[in-house]
């Protein structure tokens, strides 16, 4: 494992996509709050449990979680496909808990799950109180956790298509009529072979990132918390890992 980078995040790592093998890390175990790259785990779980025509009734719950919110409104009747991209690309709280109580049965019954599939994957360092990371009371991981998971998320074809997709419009019921999702993660725009994953931030948090990209068929990810650029940092994380590959 090579030592030679410096990176400004409290933690920070660099993972080979197909091996596993970590290339770099710093502060790989220590736990921290990770916002809402919480929702990768969400969207593993809720993928194998949804297929993307099922129809979710919306829970009056979800209307009144804490911001950042699409606005879903309550019994509402929507195709879970289109909750996978509000919550992997807008990164709404609504969608993420709409997924998890219409995967689980109930918020806490889901929770239950997200718990159980980190102890399945050996993710020592996990765990999760919220299935969107809004919360950060007792939501925690590491940049070693994160990377295993994602490494697990992108094995599921339609998790790689929505991290990956910059914008999309989707026809919704009357009087939306449409929406349009915007990815908030910047690197698939800026950095040349990016194809996911996830932004996250709150103020106990900080800004954190976990990022994939592929160039000549080999695919990195990189996972930066609490850093105060993370798309910078993501960035050097990543050219050095392919530099060194090459």
């Known amino acids: 494992m090579s030592t030679s980078l410096r990176s400004p995040a409290a933690s920070a790592i660099r993972v080979d996509a197909d091996t596993g093998q970590v290339l770099w890390a710093k502060h790989a175990h220590t736990r921290r709050p990770v916002a809402s790259t919480t929702k990768i785990m969400t969207a593993l779980l809720a993928m194998r449990a949804l297929k993307p025509n099922d129809l979710v009734r919306v829970d009056p719950s979800v209307t009144r979680v ?28 609504d969608d993420a808990l709409a997924l998890a109580i219409a995967a689980g049965g109930t918020r806490g019954a889901f929770l239950k799950e997200m718990n159980a599939e980190a102890k399945r994957l050996h993710l020592a360092d996990t765990h999760f109180t919220s299935p969107s990371g809004v919360i950060d009371e007792g939501n925690y991981s590491s940049v070693w956790d994160l990377a295993a998971v994602t490494r697990m998320a992108l094995r599921n074809a339609t998790f790689r298509k929505i991290v990956h997709t910059k914008r999309i419009q989707v026809r919704w019921a009357a009087p939306t009529n449409s929406k349009i999702y915007v990815n908030n993660n910047s690197l698939l725009r800026a950095y040349s072979g990016a194809n996911g994953v996830k932004t996250g931030f ?20 990189a996972v930066v918390l609490n850093s105060g650029d993370m798309y910078n940092d993501s960035e050097r994380l990543l050219d050095l890992g392919f530099r060194n590959l090459s």
């Open 202 to 221: 709150t103020h106990k948090a900080g800004w954190c990132l976990v990022s994939s990209a592929t160039r000549h068929g080999r695919t990195l990810i």
């Open 66 to 93: 804490p911001l950042v919110r699409e606005g879903l409104r309550a019994n509402e009747i929507v195709p879970s496909w289109k909750l996978f991209d509000a919550m992997l690309l807008y990164s709404g709280n």
